[in-house]
Every structure is written in C-alpha cells, then in structure tokens.
C-alpha cells in the first residue's frame, strides 16, 4: 500500500523533512498504515467529536451552569491537545509554511485561535463577538476530512456533472423566482403571510424541496391549486439531478477499474481501448474482487 | 468552435445581417467565444440579476419606502439597458421579424414592456393592474436561459422518458383524486379541515409529495391509517420516475459519445455498429476526454 | 400498426362479435387508429375529465348551492353518455360476459349504477349511505387508464422488482415499528401527543417519508435525539429501492431492444443471443431509432 | 432447490441433529420447501402479526379499558406457542446452543422472555419496568426476518458501496452541526426556539432529511435566507448516495447473472471471462428467464 497514488483532494505536496525523526512523526501524524498511525487518528477523532459536543453543551443554558468549570476544563485540554498537534504537523514536514496554509492547515488554524483570543479580550467587550469566537471552534469538525479517501470518486463525479447540475438549479432558480412573484399575486392580499415576494420565494423554496414547514400556507382556492402544482413539479424535478448523477457514478466506477498495464494510468473512459497516456492496448480488468 | 453545431433549442436560424458591422455585432451579442461577446454576456447576466433583486426587494413595504427612488433609478437604468439590447439584436440580425417572435425574443419584449406601459397609465388606473405589470418583469429571469449550452442532452432526455412519465402522472392524477375522495369520506365530518373534495385533494397532493405541510392533518384514528399508507405509496412512488430517467440518461450518455468518422452523424443509439445516416462502420470513442 | 401484440394487461382475449356492424364498432370503441377511434377517446377522456371535476365540486358546499342544478344536469348527461358507451362495448364483442366481468368491465358498472341506485332509495335513506354512492363515481377516474399503453414496460420492471421491494417494505415495516414502540417509551408521558404505540407508530411513518406534519413533535431532548435518528434514517433509506428500480429500468430497455427476426418474441433478457421461444440467433438492434 | 446454498445472513452451520425424527421436524421448521413447511411458516407469520397488534392496541387505554382480557388471553396464547416454537427449534437442531445464540435464536428469547418476567415480579414493583417489558416484545416483528431470502443481494450492495455512504454521513454530519451552529448564531435571539445548538442541530435535520414539522423556523429575512439555501443543499445532496446506491445495484444485478459452469461460482464482477476460482472459460449466461 505503500506506492498507490494519493487521492487528489490530499496532493498538496507535503513530503516528509529530511531528519529521521521527521520520518517517523510523520508517518504517524499523516499516515494511517502503521498500528501508531491508526491510534493516533483514533485519539484524534475522539478529541474532536468530545470538542463538537462541548461546545454544543456549552450553548445551552441549564448545562452551563451545573457543569461549567467542566466544559472549560475540557475546553483547555483540548485546546492544547490541538495545538502540540498543529506544532507537531509543522514540525515534521519539510516545508511548514506550505502546509500552513492548506486547507487542513487553515482548519488547524481555526480551532485553536478562537481559544487563545478569547484569553486576550477584556471582559467588558462585546459578548457578541467572544460568542461568535467561541462557536467558531464548531470548525472543527472539519477535521474529520482528513479520513475521507474515498471522497475522490465523488468528487470526480461531482465536477463531471457539474455543467449538467448548474443548468438544473438554474431551471430552478429561475422556477422559484417566477413562481413566488405569482403566489404574491394570487395570495398577496389573504394575510396567509405572503406579505412580499422575498416571503413568497422562501415558501416556493419551502415548498418545492418538499421540506413544508406550514408556517406560510396558501388558503385561497386559487392559491391552493398553484401551490399544488408547484409541489407535485418539485416533486418530479428531482429525477432529473438524481438520474445525471447515478449514469455519471456508473460510468465513473467503470472507468477506474481499468488500468495501463505498462504505465498504470487510469483508463481515460470505460469504454476506452487504449491507454491515453502510453498507447498500450489497455486489458480489460474489473472492479471489486481483483484487486 | 467556430463550425460546432448549434445546441437544437436554439436553432431558430439567426444569421447576422450582411453588413460588416452586423456581423462584428452579432459576434458580440449572440456568441460567447470572443472576449468582449464573454464580457456582454457578464453583464447582462449581472443586470439581470441586480433587476430581479430590485423588483422582489420593491414588494417589502420597509424597503420600499426607505430606499423608493434609488429603486426607481436602477428600474430606469436597467429598462434602458434592456431596450439598447433588444434594439441591438432586432438591428444585426438578417431577420429581425424572425428574432422578434422567438422565445428570447418575447421574453425580451416582456422584459421592458411593463415599464412604458406603466408610463402610460393615468394615476387613477387600478393599482392591480399596475401592480400585476410590474411584476410581469420577473419574467427577465428567463433571459438567463441563453447561458444554458448544457440544456439540451437533458431536453433530449426528457423527451424520450416524455411517454413513460405521463403514465406516471396519470396513475399520480387517478391516485390523488381517489385517496383525496377516500380521506373526505372518512374525515369529513370530524372538523380535521378536509371540508370538501376539492380540499382534501390538495390535502392527499400536500401528502404525497412528502411536503407535509399540517395545516390539514387526519385527527381520526382510521384517517390516520389511511394517510400512512398514502405516505408510504407516495414515498415508495418516486423511485419509478427515478429509473426511469436514470436509464434514459445513461443510455443518452453512451449514445451521445460515438459519432460516425465518415459523416460526423451522431450514433442512433448507444449499440449501434454502423452510422444510421450514410451506413459507415462506426468506431467506438469514448465520451469526455478525448474531445 | 394492425399486428403489433397487444399490451399484456389489455390481453382480455376480447374480439369483435361475427357481424360487420361488431367488427366496425369495435375498432371505433376498442381502438384507436382510426380518425373515428381517436375522436371517441378523446370525447369519452372529456366526459371522463368533467365528471369528475362534477363530483368534486358538488362537495363544496358554496358551489352546490349555486350551481345544484347545472351539476345535476351534468351528472345525468354523464351517466346516460357512460351508460350508452357500455351498452356499446357489450354489443359488438364477441363475449359481452367476459367483457362484463374484466377489469375495465367493472369500472363501466363502477362509474353508472351509483346513479341509478340513488335514484331508487327513498328520500328518507340514511344521507350517509347516498352520499357514499355519490362519491362512488369518483373511480371513473379509472376509465382513463385505457389510454397507459406504455404502462406494461413499468408493469414489468415493476414484478422483476417485487421481491427484492417486498424485503425493503419489511425492512421499513419492522423499523416503524420498532421506532414507534421506542418513541411512545422515550415520550409517552411528555404529553407531546404520543399517547398510544398506534399513534406513535404514525408519526413514525410520517417522520421517515419526510411528510413531517408537525402535529406531533417530540419535545423532550432523549426524544428529539431519537427522532433525529430516524429522519436521518429514513432519508437514507429511499436510495435502496430508487438503485433497485434503475437498475431494472435499463436493464430491461436493452432487453426491449432485441427482437427475434424469425418469430418476434422479444429477447428473454439484454444479453440473450438466442431466441428463448424459437432458438434462432438474434441480431443486435437498437432501441429507439431504427423502430 | 435442495442443495442450493443458504443465503449468507442465515448460513450459522445450522444442521439438523442425527435422528430421523430432528430431520423431519427441521425440514418443516427451518424450510419452506415441503407443504408443511410453508404452512408452518404461514402459522408463525401470522402469529407475528396478531401479537404485534396486540402489543400496539394494548397501550391505547380506551381499548386495553374494553378489551383487557381478551388481549392477555392472547398475549399469553402467543407466548406458549413461540415457547413451543423455540423448544422445537432448539429440540430438531445439532448443536442447540449455537442456535441459542445466533441472531434469530436471540430473537426468540426476547420475543417470550418479558411476559415470563413478568410473571415473577411482584406487583408493587414499578410501573416503568413492567411497561418497558412489556414493550420489549414489539421486536417480535424481527421474526420476520426469516422469510426475507432475497435479503442477501442488497446486503451486499450495501456492503459494497459502504465506504462511500459512510463519505456521505461524514460530509451530512459536518454540515449538520455547522448550519445548525450558523442558525443558532443567526436566530439564536429572534425567540423562534433556535434557543441552543443542540435544538438549532435537531432544525438543521429536520429541514436537510426535508422533513419540515414547522415546530421551529426562522423568523428573520437573514435566518429564511440561510434556511432557503440549507433546503437546496438537503434536497441537492441525496442524489450522491442514490447515484452511488444505482451504480452498485446495477454492476452486482449483472455479475450474479454469470456462474462459473464448471464449479458453480459466481463470476468475480460483470466483465469477468473466466472463473476467478476455477479458471474455466464463463460462458454468459442470463439472469432472470433462464433460471
């Protein structure tokens, strides 16, 4: 396992620095194939989810007051926990600024500024902004990213379809608009709280995503028929993203299980026939059990 | 990208006038593929936009009053804007007449209408109508429909689903009336809101479609039995529509990437072994990257 | 178009009666390739159409007040119309029986005799039971589902399907109940409307279809963290029988696609290379353009 | 039928013990090839059935008020026959303690168990016990599971794409918990019941699964407008795991159509040639006619 290619969202070019001892933090901190690798992403993912939940119990007012030194015991340790962690990622790679500013590097960033911010602003300021610091933190969360290898087949589905799925929201973008300006039309004037089109697109939105909080409904007989419509074209527009996508993921899966047998590259399409890099006549290999 | 086919939906045979001037304009106006035809097209895209703000944001009493005249100004601004554009088109086109009464045609007159009728109308006139005209200029959202090249694999689509998705709408429309007729018997008389039938199909619609909205929900016990397996069949209904179009989107999909070497004719389906057009043998290619 | 099989479900074994006068009516009444044929369906679609919205409207109570004797009108002039066309169907077919006692028999009696049943009930008959009858009329929706040829493609997807949707069904039926039962332990005595398994078990099954009323919510913390669950659940869950049924979908068009040359069964599968009813080999051919 | 291998989920090296006697009962209780088999089964399904529905009318109090004694009657009626059920099993089997333990074994223990308890618990002992005993039986309704032998094929699709369901989660929960921290940010003032994380998470699945009770919403035009993306971004976001469900489903339909002739093993994936354990040449066969 040790020569395949990284996923592409992870290729930022960090390598190891030339110290032995860089070697070997490395291979725990940003690898997972060693027994110390794997712990220390176990401890890591616990520390997060622990930190998502304090902060959550934080917010809630009953819990803050019986358990509050708690939480900011927890806080603090985790705080430093994350912080010899970011030291140690900049530590052991051979070029700390690059990953600095990557975007796992940004999200160490985030989750332990706010903390040490907080330290630095005088009680009489604005509680508004240390709430906002200290919800921050929620980012954290995003650190969850780094166990996701197998997002790179998704994403390369997603940017495949992406010109096909931009003209879909456009269709319903454009749907939404015209059709919450005709419910302010129909409806506008019944009190049923389509009071001005901004209200009235929110209720298409509500409504066509099927979502239906109820708080906005129409109660005219001509507005219950448009909203009928509008509800059973949400309904059926749904296909339409749901069918480009799976005919994407199924062409993307046959896609990968081909490869070069001479240079490794991948097979350019699933009914390719020859390399697109090398020229090799490509052998025909499937998926699942082979590998 | 000079000679590519144009996308079907837009197939309304322009050419640009005989003139030299008619033909440098329509390069500007109708295509995207020089840099100031790219820089036309941003900027209507962005005048549109800020126009359709400006009308919902016109509809909130608040915004209204306060900010009236700057509205007023950007609705001018951008009337004029849309009038030198449609003039433009109707001016470098070899057949006005025939831009005219296109699709983008209309909606361009539909565009800036409103606003010189508006003009026109005495104070004393009834505000609906006023009103309605106003609105109407959310229609301009549907000059963004130019920017959608994608549009047509999945017109295509839909046009071949077209038969099998009306079986589904009708045994959709057969279900509605009848659960809807089913609920007002059971319910009807238990002061739940299903009043009459008309209301409860609106009811069995708002189910079916999962929007839930509850401002109409079944208080009895067997009208509970009933609306549950209403929501169960229209839960499990969607997954027709679904393969459906998914099968019809692959098999569009693998169709789409063979051509004919000999005539350049599309493939007639995605198996096909010769051209349907001039009966050359047809070569495999593949879809996205070879292009 | 004269030979083409008939579609499954329409395969009645019904043919015209001996005389010419039958054999005449009958491509009128039973088919639609002729001008005649067309223009009855398109009549009888009508009548079917205004029935209905009769029927609906005659539960408002504002309109039937109104409008009593225009619907009644309606309602006669509809009844004598379905009973002529029945008459009709039972005259020029060769066995009127078992035309009677199909499935599109039985909606003809369905759609007239609660009319004339109510003509025979005396006036002081329990309201409830006229009523009922009334409503009755509502399944001549169901007159509409001669016009689904292309109903038998879904019809089979639908039966290859039915085994592995039964597994899905009891996975859902199971899970309903479970998280009901659960739910009515967890909020039971919070007085949020829980108040029974059956209750509960019903806003089990409005929560994991996504309906989500809101008539009843849990309100205690342990509740909304199991309700949550479940939402996600359910959400899930939808992707199960949607990848089953698109599978089906386009396995079976391919499948479609393949017609034996010396019998013209239609191949027993996409990948059949020989006739499963005549043992002849069978050429590729394509779906929809070579037809 | 005999010798075809068991499904995957039931194969617990269940055999029947060495005496004629166990082989007869084994055949009727374990299969449901012989007529008495199928009866047996038939009997059992539903006996499920009824004791469900007896759990379930038990908790309405007006019911359990009329009908008390009825429903212990057959409360304990279903008890001593899934007792004697579960002594035949365990009585016809080899090894009787592996099926003890075995899922459905466990199933059977907890199906009969809480009303033995129950009997043993002296009456003043609390309410809450006996109720949640009492409830403990609804997961009767996991019998079912027995019957459900085309559970195998989506068990194994689900395996299969797993990993990539388990990305979605992953992605699903970081949003969750960081909309639902935005809205709490956002309306956390308004006095619209975002009052804390925890409830402003329980909004943000609610609106993303499109459930939509309506119990909680946004108040203010910035949290409508957060709201109004987080629904396009819910009901956007269910296409990826249908795709990925689609794509899986599709590939396994076709790979168990082809079985290795000369070993019986099915083929290693959909383009396989040869038997990934045998190495003969796979003929291709076809799924679902030919069997």
């Known amino acids: 396992m ?32 060693t027994p110390a690798g794997k712990a ?22 009953s819990i803050r007051e019986a358990w509050g030194p708690l939480l900011l015991a927890i806080e603090w340790g985790i705080t430093l926990l994350f912080t010899a962690e970011f030291v140690a990622r900049l530590a052991c790679v051979a070029r700390p ?31 508004a902004i240390i709430r906002t610091l200290r919800l921050l933190r929620v980012f954290r969360v ?42 302010y039309l129909i409806e506008g004037r019944s009190g049923s709280g389509f009071d001005d089109i901004p209200t009235s697109v929110y209720w298409a939105i509500v409504t066509m995503t099927t979502v239906g909080y109820g708080d906005i ?9 448009a909203a009928a419509l509008i509800m059973l074209f949400g309904y059926a527009i749904i296909i339409v993203p749901t069918g480009i996508f ?31 890099a090398c020229g090799a006549k490509l052998e025909e290999r499937t998926a699942d059990e082979r590998r």
Request: glycine letters at 6%; proline letters at 5%; charged letters at 15%.
């Open 246 to 276: 799976s005919a994407e993921v199924m062409s993307g899966a046959r896609s990968a299980a081909t490869k070069c047998a001479a240079c490794g590259q991948r097979a350019s399409s699933a009914d390719a026939k020859f390399c697109s």
């Open 97 to 127: 600024l690059r990953y600095g500013v990557s975007f796992f590097g940004l999200v160490d960033i985030v989750s332990i500024l706010p903390s040490y911010l907080a330290l630095f602003l005088p009680g009489g300021q604005s509680f």
């Open 142 to 183: 995003l650190k969850m990213g780094r166990h996701l290898s197998e997002a790179n087949t998704l994403l390369t589905a997603l940017r495949h379809t992406w010109p096909k799925i931009t003209v879909f929201l456009t269709v319903i973008f454009c749907s939404i608009v015209i059709l919450g300006t005709l419910m």
């Open 217 to 225: 409904a129409p109660v005219t007989p001509l507005g219950k028929f």
């Open 40 to 61: 220390f992403d176990v401890v890591l993912l616990a520390a997060i989810v622990l930190s998502i939940a304090a902060v959550m119990l934080e917010s809630v007012r």
């Open 2 to 33: 040790d020569h395949r290619p990284q996923p592409e969202y992870l290729e930022t070019g960090l390598r190891p620095g030339p110290h032995a001892w860089q070697h070997a933090w490395y291979e725990v901190i940003f690898e997972a194939e």
